[in-house]
T-cell receptor, first 111, second 116 residues
Framework: GDSVTQMEGPVTLSEEAFLTINCTYT??????LFWYVQYPGEGLQLLLK?????DKGSNKGFEATYRKETTSFHLEKGSVQVSDSAVYFC??????????FGTGTRLLVSP | DTGVSQNPRHKITKRGQNVTFRCDPI?????LYWYRQTLGQGPEFLTY????????KSRLLSDRFSAERPKGSFSTLEIQRTEQGDSAMYLC??????????????FGPGTRLTVL
């Protein structure tokens, strides 16, 4: 079945550092890819998405590019802030069906 | 747009008791999903409704679990004879059937269940 693998955390960075969180996927078809974020004490929020190969999703300074050849959707941000501390989930869906999530990566940003 | 709401936010129960959770999706969202998230893991799909029809159920959804969506609006998830392994966060999400964002699910805050 479909699956998502993301790098284990926690990822610990200083403010203004560059962030990469790796995500790879396995799917039988052509899924849409998503990054969701869960801030402490809050629900899951959609951060960005991409629906086809070579699409780039972006939001709040975060970016991710749908790479079909490497089945990857790595999340990047050029300069993280303390307020970016959260758990980040990579996910895929095929059609309008269920989302398949990775295990999540906790990001801790210190001042 | 008030977002997806879930009630209660927290539920503590004793093993063997029945519990019921409610989810109110974003208005006019035809699709509704239930997920379960345990500590340190990503959400796992449980079931999916399009309007009032339950179209898919995960094998995680044992016969102690039942979900309904009467009239295609709010949904309930009931767990009978709860077990300690049922302790988790239960998440509800909804998405529109037409227009922009049909492939995007919007999540509620979740109901945290603790089974003692």
């Amino acid at each position: 079945g479909d699956s998502v693998t993301q790098m284990e955390g926690p990822v610990t960075l200083s403010e203004e550092a560059f962030l990469t969180i790796n995500c790879t996927y396995t799917a039988t078809g052509y899924p849409s890819l998503f990054w969701y974020v869960q801030y402490p004490g809050e629900g899951l929020q959609l951060l960005l998405k991409a629906t086809k190969a070579d699409d780039k999703g972006s939001n709040k300074g975060f970016e991710a590019t749908y790479r079909k050849e490497t089945t990857s959707f790595h999340l990047e941000k050029g300069s993280v802030q303390v307020s970016d501390s959260a758990v980040y989930f990579c996910a895929l869906s095929e059609g309008f069906q269920k989302l398949v999530f990775g295990t999540g990566t906790r990001l801790l940003v210190s001042p | 747009d008030t977002g997806v709401s879930q009630n209660p936010r927290h539920k503590i129960t004793k093993r063997g008791q029945n519990v019921t959770f409610r989810c109110d999706p974003i208005s006019e969202h035809n699709r509704l999903y239930w997920y379960r998230q345990t500590l340190g893991q990503g959400p796992e799909f449980l079931t999916y409704f399009q309007n009032e029809a339950q179209l898919e159920k995960s094998r995680l959804l044992s016969d102690r679990f039942s979900a309904e969506r009467p009239k295609g609006s709010f949904s309930t998830l009931e767990i009978q004879r709860t077990e300690q392994g049922d302790s988790a966060m239960y998440l509800c999400a909804s998405s529109p059937q037409s227009g922009q964002g049909t492939d995007t699910q919007y999540f509620g805050p979740g109901t945290r269940l603790t089974v003692l």
